[in-house]
């Protein structure tokens, strides 16, 4: 599902849009953010693809930093403002500044990672488990079920649908929100997106925010409904698009390149030209890459 708030913007040429990445875009950023601690994205690009060698790696995640770094050049071209290695700072900078921004990041949902346990004991005394207290492994599949537990307030969607994805991770983000009240320090991270530094949270990146904010925010980060709905919800008069899904990189960077020059062509709503070429090329998208099992994903 991709997702756009209702609520109308101007017509925008590439001169009024930025562009800010957080992803790796040569081979010596890939594998520093792989052994970077507070980084996710490399680490589950590679969780997806075990057994591989470090060049097989690479050569894996390669044509997305290539295609990446060929946009980056196609939109300056067009009067875009680019911000490689983008941090949370540049993204409230931009939304004072720029009528359009998009940024290309990677989300990590709310689930709990054997890195969130902090004080592993302190876990297995709140879950009534003291065999658990050294298998911080178990302790996550614990956690992680009390997160996916039935919930009225979040499960009543269809099966299966766009929507079920987006309550998910509505669902998690406020569940785990409550689980820390009562774990207090025993855990760390949680939801967050993850900037050039590392992981940042949805509070943290809210806060330099200003309700005044009335400019279109264009996330090319999976799954990324309920930052949107968060964004929404302190900045009234924007305008977000987002995707409630797991989205390829390879897909958005191309709708984004397509979007810039339909814009230089015929300035109008951002919005309204991404709808338009996104119908376009999913037809051809999928028909392309049929035959591919796995992609990069901004999650």
Not at 144 to 158: C, E, H, I, P
Not at 184 to 197: D, N, Y
Not at 255 to 266: F, G, H, S
Request: one cysteine or more; aromatic letters at 8%.
């Amino acid at each position: 599902m991709f997702s756009i708030d209702n609520q109308d913007s101007k017509p925008s040429s590439p001169a009024d849009c930025a562009l800010l990445l957080a992803i790796p875009l040569d081979r010596s950023g890939f594998f520093a953010d792989l052994k970077n601690p507070a980084k996710d994205f490399v680490r589950q690009f590679q969780v997806e693809r075990p057994n591989q060698t470090e060049d097989s790696l690479w050569r894996a995640y390669e044509p997305y930093a290539s295609l990446a770094v060929e946009v980056c050049e196609h939109a300056r071209e067009h009067g875009v403002r680019v911000l490689e290695s983008a941090t949370p700072e540049d993204l409230h900078n931009s939304l004072r500044i720029s009528a359009v921004t998009t940024l290309v990041a990677h989300w990590r949902s709310a689930l709990f990672r054997p890195q969130d346990i902090v004080a592993p004991a302190l876990v297995a005394a709140y879950l009534q488990d003291r065999a658990s207290t050294d298998d911080r492994a178990d302790l996550v599949r614990r956690l992680n079920a009390v997160l996916k537990a039935s919930d009225r307030r979040f499960d009543d969607v269809l099966p299966g649908s766009a929507g079920e994805s987006a309550a998910k991770q509505r669902k998690w983000y406020v569940r785990r929100r409550e689980l820390e009240q009562q774990l207090g320090p025993a855990v760390k991270g949680g939801a967050a997106i993850e900037f050039t530094r590392g992981l940042c949270s949805i509070p943290e990146i809210l806060a330099g925010l200003s309700p005044e904010f009335e400019g279109v925010l264009d996330l090319t980060v999976c799954q990324s409904v309920l930052f949107a709905e968060e964004v929404r919800a302190k900045c009234r008069h924007c305008l977000v698009l987002s995707s409630a899904n797991l989205t390829s990189l390879d897909f958005r960077l191309a709708l984004y390149a397509q979007t810039i020059e339909v814009l230089a062509r015929d300035p109008q709503p951002f919005e309204d030209a991404v709808t338009k070429i996104r119908s376009s090329l999913i037809h051809r998208y999928a028909n392309k890459h049929a035959t591919h099992h796995r992609s990069a994903h901004c999650s």
